[in-house]
T-cell receptor
Framework: DGGITQSPKYLFRKEGQNVTLSCEQN?????MYWYRQDPGQGLRLIYY???????QKGDIAEGYSVSREKKESFPLTVTSAQKNPTAFYLCASSQAGGPSYIQYFGAGTRLSVL | GQQVMQIPQYQHVQEGEDFTTYCNSSTTLSNIQWYKQRPGGHPVFLIQ?????EVKKQKRLTFQFGEAKKNSSLHITATQTTDVGTYFCAGFGGGSNYKLTFGKGTLLTVNP
């Protein structure tokens, strides 16, 4: 069953804690993305990666970090420096090259602060 | 940087009425894509427009790409309750910049 798997579905963060959101894809896509969604704000790009061991900052990268050690995996760490982490986080992938970059999204992780 | 503006932010209609959402980009786009997100769900790709002036239809949905490739619209004819959700446009600038710029979306609610 091909697709993008995000885990956990819900996550709670304590003050001063780093938390890591998982994103795995078996679509053999080269590019992967992390978005943050707040009500009325649409999708804002946090980080993106086109190849293994390379990634770029998006529009709101402060307080977040990523790694891309494997093609299938693109975990996102929400660090304690992110003062307002409560949001819906979406991971996406796309096939690099060509005119498209059509995005396939995971089911998302809802992060809340305790 | 590239910006994509989408209006309206919200639209409430009676079932059977038509609905339109509009997107405008600050720069010329290589293509524009449309996504639908159902309440509590994740965005799902609907369609991609590439050519200047392109018009595509999916049943009751009509998508248009402007002649200058800077604006686009999605029109739904005779809305149904199954159309409820947030519709996003996303512009791709092309070249080596492989990220999309999403509009803020239009939330459509339909009164049965």
């Amino acid at each position: 069953d091909g697709g993008i798997t995000q885990s956990p579905k819900y996550l709670f963060r304590k003050e001063g804690q780093n938390v890591t959101l998982s994103c795995e894809q078996n679509l053999n896509h080269d590019a992967m993305y992390w978005y943050r969604q707040d009500p009325g704000q649409g999708l804002r790009l946090i980080y993106y990666s086109q190849i293994v061991n390379d990634f770029q900052k998006g529009d709101i990268a402060e307080g977040y970090s990523v790694s891309r050690e494997k093609k299938e995996s693109f975990p996102l760490t929400v660090t304690s420096a992110q003062k307002n982490p409560t949001a819906f986080y979406l991971c996406a992938s796309s096939q690099a090259g060509g005119p498209s970059y059509i995005q396939y999204f995971g089911a998302g992780t809802r992060l809340s602060v305790l | 940087g590239q910006q994509v503006m989408q209006i309206p932010q919200y639209q409430h209609v009676q079932e059977g009425e038509d609905f339109t959402t509009y997107c405008n980009s600050s720069t010329t786009l290589s293509n524009i894509q449309w996504y639908k997100q159902r309440p509590g769900g994740h965005p799902v790709f609907l369609i991609q427009l590439v050519k200047s002036g392109e018009v595509k239809k999916q049943k009751r949905l009509t998508f248009q790409f402007g002649e200058a490739k800077k604006n686009s619209s999605l029109h739904i004819t005779a809305t149904q309750t199954t159309d409820v959700g947030t519709y996003f446009c996303a512009g791709f600038g092309g070249g080596s910049n492989y990220k999309l710029t999403f509009g803020k979306g239009t939330l459509l609610t339909v009164n049965p």
